[in-house]
């Protein structure tokens, strides 16, 4: 097989680069909403019918969001082999509270409804919030992580080694930056959480939702801004240093890696990506203005263009670096040198033209069947259908 | 045997993964079997199809919940407790996980909420659209998750870098078509589909002894009788292909499912009965039947099948010709900018077996430095544990038989004999409930333990594909599991056992108005209830 030629390597890393990217702003807008609705339940809705009308805003299509998540693992696992081993296997503890979070929620919204019992559904209440709110946390925790370099290296046969001892794979990771991250990355998912029930829901879920997601839009943009004029005074970036190939073979010790200054840099080398923070910023604004004035659609729009804006603008800051070293630079991973081989990313990429298309053609004809508002009558009338 | 971070993160692996694949076959077969009656449903138009459609769907839901669930943390384990197996295969094993994810896990989930909160949104035949979608994802889904775990059994289109010190695709075809993942995926979702098939069997027949929900009972039994019954003869005849794949691509764990110690003269023995003694490396008490295992490993008369301790030899000169290769990989990657051309033309001549130098790694670090006893340690470690094997195999074989008859009888009764099934066939279908769980399991156990020592066999050795971590973190994940996947087991079957009970509770007034009719139609007498009595 030559076919895999057609397009260069290095091309090909920038896609997968580029293509992580889209895999994450996906995760975040569709099952980010779920996560949000999760975490905005027990204030949003106080009584059962309450709670059933808010949860089956996300009832039909909680399910296919997830899938951004586990296809973002597959494909970080495929196209970029280290990061996964590292990440995985580096923030270990954490992984696994993300991972019981990704397995209660969807345990919880099948069988949350399946018995009357008032203690029953309030536990299963409590899950659907928990599994919301802590991954929200933790991801934008993970981010704040990656910033600011994660300790780790490699041995000459390319074991991967987490510096310090087990608990720091948890407790280690919340220094105050990155809970700052995090702070970020929930706040946001709450304001995306509040901007689908303001389109979905009725009567008081509405009301509130609109109330606090207005709220969590201004922190996500107070929290975003005071994470900017942090790096840029008090956070140390990273660079390439000597000459280097970038469509040679995936080895991160064939790199020299050295710190810099600050990742802000990339602002004056590439002034075209401040489009990303705008969007950020001003996606945060107007989602703020249209859940005070009640405008629905574009409300989830401008949404999801802030969620778009912050997303990239981390990764368009710290190109080429996916995952820095703190403790070993020369071990960090780069656009360069984490890929999978140059055929690998040449197959996957073939299997995402093809498929990709297709998955957002379904997914949004499947969004247009459900297209509606749920309401509380919705609920009585099909009690034993919905969840 | 030492306890160290290896067998844990074994353990841990294995409790998870049988865990998972507790709910993967009902939802195999399940989705199938659901689609059929939706599509009777739209075909003739009868209501009580309607409700089968529906009632068996709530259960397949309740089911492929944690199906999914579960299924996240198969992903996650293998970056979290095996990093260094991700590095070292991911750029072919990652590729076809991905691929699920696009091709057919998106599939299903996206119109799974279809199928369930989309009965008054779409036409009949859109509804059964989405039926149909559903349950080809869930297949296609087992196909790439197949076509990954068979490239583990049998690595093909890859090969070794030594710049990036892991396994590289070379040709995607070979993954994709890899003969031995194609006879896995027709072997596990057949035994997903008799699953199914034995679980709606057995459900129909507890209420027809009870003598409720007749109608559905007896329609639910005709459906997962004919479906049943192919699908038990296909996981019985697609195993036996699995089988003779690994007569060529997986010596070793045919000998030990056999207990072969040693070559015999061609066509070798089938043992029927016996206790493998791995010590002594004999089978005591052994029952055989002549010429069956030669049959059936290798189609032929003549070619013979090499038993464990001419295995055991070739072992041991694959390792002493790996340590070349790693000698080699040593001295090319210290001048890698400069490779001496014969250091590399040694490493190629040599890189088949660079895996087999990496089972010394458990004795010493550096593998050229092994001695004598430690290149025969390691090629006896290539020998997995025989009688679990040989059991867990024989326990499968026999309980796939065991379906085949079930499915021939209920069948021939629901097909010649008029629906009417004695009590005690229905008594021993609701105790046959779960016997098909009990041979997926064997079977997945048969597959991987008799991969070991090998995660990717004869490329990776277990031991080496671990993470580095402690003791204490695995150990507290594994406990965390073992709660965590306990409580929601209970709650599962307290729901499952729980919408059993209930029965069908959509569209009830219908459906029972239809089934009047229907019945004073074929009788011709008002208020006659022919089909009421519970069985004969």
Request: glycine share 8%.
């Amino acid at each position: 097989m030559i076919l895999h030629t057609l397009i260069d390597y290095e091309i090909l890393r920038v896609i997968w680069w580029g293509l992580l990217g889209v895999l994450l702003i996906g995760f975040a807008v569709t099952d980010g909403f779920d996560m949000g609705v999760g975490a905005l339940l027990p204030f949003v809705a106080k009584t059962d019918i309450e709670r059933r009308v808010a949860i089956n805003t996300v009832g039909p299509v909680w399910e296919g969001n997830q899938v951004w998540f586990i296809l973002g693992g597959g494909a970080i696992f495929a196209a970029w082999p280290p990061l996964y081993a590292v990440s995985f296997s580096g923030f270990y503890l954490a992984m696994f509270v993300i991972l019981a979070a990704f397995i209660v929620r969807p345990v919880a919204f099948k069988y949350r409804s399946k018995r009357e019992d008032a203690r029953w559904r309030t536990t299963w209440d409590w899950a659907l919030f928990a599994s919301g709110a802590i991954p929200a946390l933790l991801f934008g925790v993970a981010v704040g992580n990656v910033i600011q370099g994660v300790p780790f290296h490699f041995t000459e046969d390319l074991h991967s080694i987490y510096e310090g001892a087990w608990y720091m794979k948890f407790i280690g990771l919340l220094d105050p930056f990155s809970i700052l991250a995090g702070v970020v990355s929930l706040s946001m998912l709450v304001m995306h959480g509040g901007a689908w029930l303001t389109l979905k829901a009725d009567g008081n879920v509405r009301y509130r939702a609109r109330r606090i997601g207005s709220v969590a839009a201004l922190i996500a943009l107070l929290s975003y801004a005071l994470a900017g004029v942090w790096m840029a005074f008090g956070i140390e970036g990273y660079q390439i240093i000597g000459d280097y190939v970038t469509n040679g073979p995936s080895n991160p010790l064939h790199f020299d890696v050295a710190k810099t200054a600050s990742w802000l840099t990339a602002y004056s080398d590439r002034p075209w990506i401040a489009i990303a923070p705008l969007m950020g910023f001003v996606g945060g604004l107007l989602t703020f203005v249209g859940l005070r004035a009640g405008r629905e659609v574009s409300t989830l729009l401008f949404s999801k263009m802030s969620i778009l804006g912050v997303i990239s603008s981390v990764g368009l800051t710290m190109f080429p670096f996916i995952m820095p070293s703190s403790s070993d630079p020369q071990s960090s991973l780069t656009v360069w040198n984490s890929s999978s081989s140059h055929m690998t990313l040449f197959v996957m990429l073939v299997a995402t033209v093809i498929f990709m298309p297709m998955i957002l053609a379904y997914t949004a004809w499947v969004y247009k069947v459900l297209w509606g508002k749920v309401t509380e009558a919705d609920v009585t009338d099909n009690s034993n259908s919905l969840y | 045997m030492e306890f160290g971070i290896v067998e844990l993160s074994r353990l841990q692996f294995a409790l998870t993964v049988m865990y998972h694949f507790l709910f993967v076959p009902l939802t195999l077969g399940l989705s199938i079997l659901v689609a059929i009656m939706e599509t009777v449903y739209v075909i003739t138009n009868r209501p009580i199809w309607r409700q089968m459609t529906k009632f068996w769907g709530t259960l397949f839901g309740i089911n492929f919940v944690l199906g999914v669930a579960t299924g996240i943390t198969m992903e996650f384990q293998f970056g979290m407790n095996w990093s260094y197996y991700s590095h070292y295969v991911g750029d072919i094993f990652g590729a076809p996980l991905a691929i699920e994810g696009l091709m057919a896990f998106f599939l299903e989930a996206t119109f799974v909420g279809l199928f369930f909160f989309g009965w008054d949104k779409l036409s009949k035949v859109g509804h059964l659209v989405v039926a149909w979608l559903v349950a080809i994802g869930s297949n296609f889904s087992a196909l790439w998750i197949l076509i990954a775990n068979g490239w583990m059994q049998n690595p093909v289109g890859a090969e070794f870098n030594p710049m990036t010190m892991r396994m590289e695709m070379t040709d995607f075809f070979q993954v994709l078509f890899n003969e031995v993942a194609q006879a896995k995926f027709v072997h596990t979702v057949s035994a997903g589909y008799v699953t199914a098939a034995v679980f709606v069997l057995g459900v129909s027949a507890w209420y027809l002894l009870r003598g409720r929900h007749i109608e559905m009972a007896r329609r639910s039994i005709t459906v997962a009788a004919a479906f049943g019954l192919a699908s038990a003869f296909s996981v019985v005849l697609l195993g036996d292909e699995s089988g003779y794949n690994t007569t060529h691509s997986q010596k070793m764990k045919l000998a030990a499912m056999e207990g072969m110690w040693e070559t015999e003269p061609a066509p070798a023995a089938f043992t029927v009965f016996g206790i493998p003694d791995q010590e002594a490396r004999k089978t005591h008490y052994a029952i055989h039947i002549p010429i069956a295992m030669g049959l059936i490993g290798t189609r032929s008369l003549t070619t013979p099948i090499p038993g464990i301790a001419q295995l055991v030899d070739q072992a041991e000169t694959r390792i002493k010709s790996g340590i070349i290769a790693y000698d080699a990989l040593m001295h090319i990657r210290k001048n890698r900018d400069d490779s001496n051309p014969l250091e590399v033309k040694r490493f190629e001549t040599h890189s088949a077996d660079l895996g087999f130098a990496f089972l010394l790694k458990k004795y010493l670090d550096d593998p050229r430095q092994a001695t004598p006893e430690q290149v025969q340690q390691a090629a006896n470690d290539t020998v997995p544990t025989v009688w679990p094997l040989f059991w867990t195999f024989r326990i499968m074989v026999a309980l796939g038989f065991a379906f085949i008859a079930t499915m021939i009888y209920f069948f021939y009764r629901a097909s010649f004999k008029g629906m009417r099934f004695p009590r005690p066939a229905l008594h021993l279908a609701v105790w046959m409930i779960p016997a098909p769980w009990i041979a997926a399991e064997l079977g997945w156990f048969v597959a991987e333990f008799g991969r070991q020592p090998w995660t990717v066999d004869g490329i990776l050795p277990t031991a080496m594909s671990v993470s580095a971590l402690s003791m204490t973190e695995v150990t507290l994940t594994l406990i965390a599991y073992i709660v965590f996947y306990t409580v929601l087991f209970v709650v599962e079957m307290g729901l499952m056992l729980k919408y059993i009970r209930k029965g069908p509770f959509q569209d009830v007034e219908e459906t029972d108005a239809w089934v009047k009719r229907h019945n004073e139609r074929l009788t011709g007498r008002r208020n006659a209830d022919s089909l009421a009595q519970p069985a004969e």
